[in-house]
């Protein structure tokens, strides 16, 4: 099993949609967690931690299952901007290594 | 404010040959993280250096290798290359010792073609 999972998509929507992914963890000691953001043949960029209580950022919404090892990120009204793939992202104590999915890819059309 | 330097940008390099790649962390960032990204595969964990020191190695061969020097720049090495090491290699850098809650930046890759 890897240790972080994400459907790799893509994801097809058009503008004004809401969409959602999912991420698994398998270290249930993991720590931290993060979406980064990576567009085409660019470097990741983070979008936003993900805390316990969940947090939410302009259209943006990040939420935390610990029980079930499991992260989401929403997106509402999507804008054709928001095109990228987003890779969920966990670090693991004892080493403090960043262990990231593999990303889900999504475009927004018109 | 400089961000996250690497270089080269591209690499073309033989079956057999060494290539290293070098990484400028943000100023005032101690921690690199090395990165494999090869198409259509998510990014892989290659290594972290922290003040000098290798921290932590992801799973892959020995003749992947590396160093931090005192200035905190690093560099990547890999040895025998492989038509599979080919990839774009990624940096990152963060200013505490593990990236816990703070974010990881990234620098803009090298792309690395074995042929």
């Known amino acids: 099993r890897k240790e972080v999972e994400q459907d790799p998509g893509p994801f097809n929507v058009p503008e004004g949609a809401t969409v959602a992914f999912n991420c698994t963890y398998s270290n249930s000691a993991s720590q931290s967690f993060f979406w980064y953001r990576q567009d085409c043949r660019k470097e990741p960029k983070l979008l936003m931690s993900v805390y316990s209580s969940g947090n939410e950022d302009g259209r943006f919404t990040a939420q935390l299952n610990r029980a079930s090892q499991y992260i989401s990120l929403l997106i509402r009204d999507s804008k054709l901007s928001d095109s990228a793939t987003y890779l969920c992202v966990v670090l693991t104590g004892g080493g403090n290594k960043l262990t990231f999915g593999t990303g889900t890819q999504l475009k927004v059309e018109l | 404010e400089a961000g996250v330097t690497q270089s080269p940008t591209h690499l073309i390099k033989t079956r057999g040959q060494q290539a290293t790649l070098r990484c400028s962390p943000i100023s005032g960032h101690t921690s690199v993280y090395w990165y494999q990204q090869a198409l259509g595969l998510g990014l892989q964990f290659l290594l972290w250096?922290?003040?000098?020191?290798?921290?932590n190695r992801g799973n892959f061969p020995p003749r992947f290798s590396g160093r931090q020097f005192p200035n905190y720049s690093s560099e990547l090495n890999v040895n025998a290359l492989e038509l599979e090491d080919s990839a774009l290699y990624l940096c990152?850098?963060?200013?505490?010792?593990?990236?816990?809650?703070?974010?990881?930046?990234f620098g803009q890759g090298t792309r690395l073609t074995v042929v």
């Open positions: 990152a850098s963060s200013p505490v010792e593990g990236p816990r809650n703070t974010e990881a930046f």
């Open positions: 250096y922290d003040e000098g020191e290798e921290r």
